[in-house]
């Protein structure tokens, strides 16, 4: 095993965290290798959701290190500081703003990627940030959004919401994407869409950490599979070793959902 | 040190009246969700109430007075006077007491109206639209209020047994320490309400089940209880309590239209201060604040910092919110 | 609800901005048609208008409501009377100083307030606000005259004015270079202030800027995630806001160079906030609407008196003439505010939209498809493609 940190985008250690009694997460460690895909499944309540929140700041884990970019993310990092360094992130329900065109929608975190956590420009025209104009536009063409990119996000649906706030987090580069059950709540030629497009953005060479229901999803995706149940990481593997664990059976037979 | 004990004493009282409305405040936002900018207008309406009690109790008629001979002199005489004599003259010395009879269920009434008639439709809009139809429903009340009775103060009197003061310091081998009675009742007046309200949350089933509401709205509402209807209750309760505040202060400060404004911004200083959505925060906070203003109302003081009184609650709350942003005892 | 920030073509701002100028220019010729046509009165179309549009790049692109611009209305004004008795009765310096103290002011009660957001932020604006007029009614007295309110006096040292030989006659007005700024010459003034807010406003409406406050009202914690640091853009567009009210305080003073503290009461700041909402929040034009429609109303109603209303239902039997003065007394007159809180509760209880979003309605009920697809979000065709 080269172990060598350089290879790793993202390091988790020894991170534990408690909600009142409950031990949301126990001593996770994982490590998230450069330009792979990985995946994290395992039952509902099992830790998945909150083991990204504390990789972008949503919550302080109580003990352990979050190392990304040789910085440690739970030391008091903001979480536009954390996105500065480098991590975007999709939301289990779409985070967009409603409020404004789907076009502007994509322009915004343009603009935090080239100018940063605050720029002052209230004389400059917005017709006039023509790179980002055009930036926008076309990564909402290759995705098939381009048509009526000039209407309210908040009347997309559920799925093209989903879909747009990927394109949101797309247009930043990060070095590290986190995706949040990037097809729940789909239909099913919804859903083969968004595996398609993932496929393509793996392609790119960009590192992403995947919590997926959908194991369709996650075996036609991921390069590497986490399982976490009851806050502990039970079994880590390629995708082939993951299927015919004993532990990950027992852990999924024992909840009603697969 | 007498100079200390009664500067805690004056700041007590005025804790008291900030306590009380700043309980009800958030009573109403911890159960309802709703930041009630009319909420000081109940507590200005309180002590209307007295003002109408009182000018109910002394309507009156000219009557010749007999004590002047060498002309026909005319003086207004009470129609309470003139049926009941002394009895009467009683009834009306005793105005604010009954004041607060009246109160109750004039102030549960208008609580309820309230609800049910403009904040009900206001739980699913934006915080910021409840703070404007309340804020608005504020200077409606306000102004009715002005038109009815005038811009200026009224002054109100407490009854004649307890408009003295009494020597409280003696009980406490101090000297110089004079109080008025009526601050002392209406400290008492205050913990006994905020008494009355803490008993009825935590002794009552109705009690437990608002405490739960106020914590997980969701879950009591899964539980199948009608949690609506318990809460427009609360929010009769929260106005009669600031009903009664009011009716109580009237001897201290003789109400004008615009009290209720001047109190509510200083309520919601200490509802931030205490923590919002914490009932016993609300309280402490109320008394603190009142206790800290009079303390820098002294003189000795404020020849140092001058003006300090005039912003002192205000000093305090920037620096709770800059040190301890959920307040004293606030949980988020 | 309200409108998109769009990146319109250049074209159409030009527009925009050359119909407006020249709206706010003939204001004397159209206001004597509906019989406004006086000068302190389109003033004060001018100055309130100036008022909401900046209170408007804050609550209505941000959504934070705050309840204490009043208070540097209040600043505004006493900065400009003491640079009236300490400088000169030029009235650059004085606008100018009025812009900065504002400007600072709401830097101080912006940083502070701005760390809650919410009903918190409301409640602290309008907390510092009630202490600024409390502060100034008593301790500040030296600075602020108290009750009398703070005033131009002949022997004030006006070190500028005498260094130049420049000397008072007559009482002291405001003045533009040897224009002594009353009457009309007030009006024009206020005026170019005014077109020159506008200007800023829409700049800002057009701009990246103004595009990511109004998506910090959109959805906060995606802003956060999306590595943007929110507090310095709200504060920065408080601290515009700011000085727009300082500007509109100043220009009070100008047209009538007396400064009180009960400029800076919360019903002045709640007075904005309707004049905002009954336009329209967060559109270009509502807030000036709002704040001329106001005024305009206020001016009418306010000078009826009994008199007037007896006069007004004397056509009907006189039972029923009574019953309608009856009802009606106590929303004239003096009870202008009662009426004042009444339409705030029925705007915001059916109308959130303001006047802007009624025009809406009615030309979209009236004018077909055409007015159909105007949508906000269609509406941003332009200029994009």
Known sequence: ?258 | MEALLLQVLNGLDKGGAYALIALGLTLVFGTLGVVNFAHGALFMLGAFVAVSVQNVLTISKKVKDESITFFDAYKETPYLEIWWGDFGSLIIDFSVPIAILVAIPVMLLIGLAMERGLVRHFYKREHADQILVTFGLAIVLQEIVKANFGANPIPISAPDAVAGSVDIGSMFGLTGVVYPWWRILYLCFSLAVIAGVFAFLHMTTFGMVVRAGMHDRETVGLLGIDIQRRFTIVFGLAAVVAGLAGVMYTPILPPDYHMGMDFLVLSFVVVVVGGMGSLPGAVAAGFLLGILQSFFSMNEVKQYLPGIDQIIIYLVAVIILLVRPRGLMGKD | MHQIITPSSRGKDLSILLIFIAVVLTAPLWGSLIGAGYPDLLQKFAIFGLFAIGYNLLFGLTGYLSFGHAAFLGVGSYVTVWSFKLLSMNVIPAVMFAVVFSGIFALVIGFLSLRRSGIYFSILTLAFAQMSYNLAYSVLTPITNGETGLRVLRDDPRVIDNALGVTLEGSPLGDLFGITLTGYAGFYFCAAMLILGFWLSLKIFRSPFGMKLVAIKSNQTRMEYTGFNPRPYLLSAFVISGMYAGLAGSLMAITDPLAGAERMQWTASGEVVLMTILGGLGTLFGPILGAATIKYFENIFSAINLQVLENTFAFMPEWLGGIMVTITRPFVGEGWHLTLGVLFMLIIIFMPGGLIEGFRRLSRLFGGKKAASETPAAESEGGVK
């Open chain 1, 1 to 258: 095993m080269s172990n060598g940190d350089n290879d790793f985008v993202l390091s988790i250690r020894g991170v534990n965290k408690t909600f009142g009694g409950l031990q949301a997460l126990s001593d996770i460690n994982l490590n998230i290798e450069k330009g792979k895909v990985h995946a994290i499944i395992g039952p509902n309540g099992a830790g998945k959701s909150t083991l990204l929140n504390t990789c972008i700041g949503l919550l302080t884990p109580d003990s352990g290190s979050i190392t990304f970019g040789g910085k440690d993310l739970t030391k008091s990092m903001t979480p536009h500081a954390i996105n500065q360094a480098g991590i975007s992130r999709v939301f289990q329900t779409p985070q967009i703003f409603p409020e404004l065109s789907i076009l502007q929608n994509v322009m915004i975190p343009a603009f935090a990627k080239r100018d940063g956590a605050f720029s002052f420009n209230p004389l400059k025209a917005l017709r006039e940030e023509e790179g980002i104009l055009n930036e926008a536009t076309t990564l909402l063409d290759d995705l098939g959004m381009g048509e009526g990119a000039h209407h309210h996000a908040g009347n997309l649906s559920r799925g093209n919401k989903r879909r747009l706030e990927l394109a949101m987090c797309l247009i930043q580069h990060p070095k590290l994407l986190l995706l949040d059950e990037p097809t729940a709540g789909m239909a099913r030629h919804d859903t083969n869409r968004t595996i398609e497009l993932l496929k393509k953005i793996k392609e790119s060479g960009m590192t992403k950490v995947i919590i997926e229901h959908d194991m369709h999803v996650v075996f036609s995706l991921a390069d590497r599979i986490s399982v976490l149940a009851q806050g502990a990481i039970i079994a880590e593997g390629t995708p082939d070793e993951i299927k015919g664990h004993p532990k990950v059976r027992e852990a999924y037979l024992g909840s009603a959902e697969i």
